[in-house]
């Protein structure tokens, strides 16, 4: 009976890690695809945020970058 009863709490422990395993798995998976999905979403709003901070024409600026597309910064100034 006892080695009936061992082989039993074995096969038992087995399904046990097995479960534990593909519950694993997936909360690796659905953790990769979040952080996917967020990283793409920072991108979008840096992007938003910085075409918000541009400079028109007559703006102050340091460098070309500061200023809106097809200006550029001359003595600090967007034109």
């Not at 793409?40 to 703006?59: F, I």
């Amino acid at each position: 009976m006892k080695g009936q009863l061992s082989a039993e709490m074995l096969i038992l422990i087995a399904v046990i890690i097995a479960v534990v395993a593909i519950a694993a798995t997936r909360l690796i998976s659905t953790a990769q695809k979040s952080s996917d999905t967020v990283g793409n979403q920072s991108d979008v709003m840096l992007e938003t945020a910085e075409a918000a901070m541009k400079s028109p024409a007559g703006g102050p600026c340091t460098i070309t970058d500061n200023c809106d597309t097809g200006l550029t910064c001359i003595n600090k100034v967007c034109n």
